[in-house]
């Protein structure tokens, strides 16, 4: 596990100045950053949707794993990469 790695019940969210937005030229959801907007696939999407600052990074797998009707434990990992990777780039925090 790496240093930027989520705990099962670390609380993500996203920093000042982050959000998730529709993209109303392209369709589809967009990670807007100062400076920067990231397009997102329908599973970047749907994992950012549920990140709110107060979902627990188990609660935000199980809702997924319910929602998409596969294990819990490939969620994790995709999850787990996705949101390690957005925090790498200081697009995402932690709260514990």
């Known amino acids: 596990m ?3 790695a989520l705990a099962s019940g670390d609380r993500p969210c996203l920093p000042r100045g982050v959000r998730l937005a529709a993209d109303r030229v ?10 920067k907007a990231v397009a997102l696939d329908a ?17 935000i797998v199980a809702d997924l794993a319910a929602a998409y009707q596969a294990p819990a434990g490939q969620i994790a990992g995709d999850v787990q990469t996705f949101l390690t990777a957005l925090r790498a780039r200081m697009y995402l925090e932690v709260r514990r």
Not at 26 to 35: F, I
Not at 45 to 56: F, M, N, P, Q
């Open 2 to 4: 790496t240093a930027l």
């Open 26 to 35: 392209r369709g589809g959801m967009v990670l807007l950053c100062p400076e």
């Open 43 to 59: 599973i970047g999407a749907a994992i950012l949707s549920r990140i709110d600052g107060e979902a627990t990074f188990d609660a």
